[in-house]
């Protein structure tokens, strides 16, 4: 069964609380963070006071995709305001290894996220480190954009490599995962989903349950 992580950035945030009871209704698993620094990518997105705001209301673990220079300045930051799961970009990362490390010292699962054009080859030297990779269909920083066909078969061959290395990874698609798409990402291996403006925040909180079950079941 896939895991469900909506992407907070896409909620409307003038009904966050009502929507954040949806969708832990509708039985996600996550809560996909988005974080932007306006310096690794274009824009900014949300912060650890949005965390702490969410979990006043939800117990669901959230998954922090940190698109931000220099990301091993704020593990500490992140991990403390509740993240359950810390993915910085791998080409971010001097010291990938030490950084995947430093979250799982602080009881964080640890994650790497690649860009479309970013190759995959180096996640072979981290697989005893990583939890999760977060195979990013679309340039990171903004939603609504146009899923990237070559990034599809990066899917199977991070899950080629890490059957190989013997060790169990979450695979998560994140960019344009919706009906469209979706079956195509599942089949190439992804097994988390990352649900923003296209695929879930199109539909009204009334109908979360049935579109979760049916990216669950895919
Ligand atoms: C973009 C973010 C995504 C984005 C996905 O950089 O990482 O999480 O919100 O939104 P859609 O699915 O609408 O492209
Ligand atoms: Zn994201």
């Given at each position: 069964m896939n895991k469900i992580s909506p992407?907070?950035?896409?909620?409307d945030m003038l009904d966050l609380e009502n929507q954040l009871t949806a969708l832990d209704q509708a039985g996600i698993d996550l809560y996909h963070i988005d974080i932007m620094d306006?310096?690794?990518?274009p824009n900014y997105a949300l912060s650890t006071y949005t965390m702490q705001d969410i979990a006043r209301v939800s117990k669901t673990p959230m998954d922090v995709h940190l698109m931000v220079t220099n990301p091993e300045q704020y593990i500490e930051a992140f991990a403390k305001a509740g993240a359950a799961i810390i993915t910085p970009h791998l080409e971010t990362l001097v010291h990938p290894i030490r950084v995947l490390k430093q979250i799982r010292s602080l009881g964080k699962k640890a994650g790497i996220a690649v860009n479309?054009?970013?190759?995959?080859?180096?996640?072979a030297y981290m697989t005893d480190f990583l939890d999760l990779v977060c195979v990013m269909?679309?340039?990171?920083?903004?939603?609504?954009q146009t899923l990237i066909?070559?990034?599809?078969?990066k899917i199977t061959d991070i899950r080629k490599m890490f059957e190989a290395a013997g060790k169990p990874i979450d695979i998560m698609v994140d960019g344009q995962v919706k009906e469209e798409t979706a079956p195509t990402l599942v089949a190439a291996g992804a097994n988390v989903l990352v649900l923003g403006s296209s695929g879930?925040?199109?539909?009204k909180p009334e109908e979360y349950r049935r579109v979760v079950e049916h990216y669950k079941n895919l």
């Open positions: 992407s907070v950035m896409c909620i306006g310096h690794y990518v479309p054009a970013t190759d995959i080859a180096p996640l269909t679309v340039d990171p920083g903004f939603a609504g066909p070559s990034t599809i078969r879930l925040f199109k539909y």
